[in-house]
DNA sequence: GTCTATAGAAGGATAGAC
DNA sequence: GTCTATCCTTCTATAGAC
């Protein structure tokens, strides 16, 4: 991606992710990126739209990847603690700035704008399946890893939303709990599922 | 209230709940309240940010109400597996368009409006408290219930963003089979402390 | 690809009559 | 408390030179 491009997508997640869309200007994204204001619709003819489908996707990207770093094949539970640990590190750090970059987004163009709404949808999409991939590789039933996943990114996303509302880190660490307990029960059923089958096996 | 007054808040509820607070015009809310422009100045002085605060408050009470008519001192996991349920129901016959009335207004002015900010913090207190003194009576462990509480509201604001990004009422559907866990989990520590208690007390 | 300037619409807010 | 008209700012977007 050309350099300046990559800047103003760059300066565009940040500012989504503290004020959402309605709330950023075009000016001041082209000020905060140090960009030619003409750069902008160069090479996004769209727009703003277009500025921030493309910011979605590629903020979504970034942060999907965070599921590989913290879900890497080892103990399910304990990496589900230090992920929801590491995001309650990450709101309190940044004194309750820094959440999740789409869901400010995909609440405020949901019903307003199909091009953005469908970009958020996307990137959500990505995010469940992919931690659903990962669940199945730690030993949940594979019918068990979306709901699971959708639960986990629920718990995620909602508790963000308090935690910034509230000043307080304390609800990531409650919701970490509970996902954490999700991710026990999940286990605790696939290894019964696998113990049936063993057996169902041997009987045959 | 005087009833123009609450023909304005009510409008700007609607459309803080459709589009957030920036998304929404002060002309768009006179319009839709069929209000005069001049009554909004005259009832709210403060302009837009103080309407925004006293409706994030009404519509809070409101939607905090609805805790009060699902938890009824009933079989607990009953009755949160029916208030995700009917919350499901919501978003889908709304065609995705009805969410929660708090979050995208907290997302959106958590880190810009320092009075909004709060208005959205009280409303999720008194959600969480409320919530945790349900809990209570349904059995669960003082110590566990405002955690619980904040579990529960976290997968509900979560599922809420998943399912109206993706147009898809069954993220409401594992949330709620997540919240119904964590609360069959809270119950059964409940039980096992009564029990607890009951033997310490045999013996004394 | 970048510059400056500006159009044109929409935003929040106010004045002053009634 | 309500009416109409209007101000000023901000916003998105474009024009046209370089």
Redesign the interface.
């Known amino acids: 991606m050309h350099e300046t491009k990559e800047r103003i997508v760059g300066a565009t997640a940040d500012l989504f992710r503290?004020?959402?869309y309605?709330?950023t200007a075009v000016k001041q994204i082209v000020e905060s990126a140090g960009a030619p204001f003409a750069s902008l619709y160069h090479f996004f003819p769209g727009g703003k739209e277009e500025l921030g489908a493309e910011t979605v996707r590629w903020s979504g990207a970034i942060y999907g990847q965070l599921l590989d770093v913290f879900f890497q094949g080892g103990d399910l539970v304990t990496e589900t603690e230090t992920f929801f640990a590491a995001a309650a590190d990450t709101v309190r750090d940044s004194d309750?700035?820094e959440?999740c970059p789409i869901?400010?987004v995909?609440?405020?163009v949901?019903?307003?704008s199909e091009v953005l709404?469908v970009a958020?949808?996307e990137v959500?999409?990505d995010w469940?399946s992919r931690a659903a991939v990962r669940f199945v590789d730690g030993g949940v039933e594979p019918d068990d890893a979306?709901?699971?996943a959708?639960?986990i990114?629920?718990?995620?996303?909602?508790?963000f939303?308090?935690a910034?509302?509230?000043?307080d880190e304390?609800?990531l660490?409650?919701?970490g709990?509970?996902a954490s307990?999700?991710v026990r029960?999940a286990l605790k059923r696939g290894a019964k599922a696998r113990r049936d089958a063993k057996a169902a096996r041997r009987r045959a």
């Open positions: 503290h004020q959402g309605n709330g309750y700035v959440g869901a400010t995909a609440l405020e949901a019903t307003t709404r958020t949808a959500f999409e469940i979306r709901p699971l959708i639960a990114i629920s718990l995620l996303e909602g508790a939303v308090l910034r509302a509230m000043r304390s609800h660490q409650a919701a709990a509970a307990l999700a029960d």
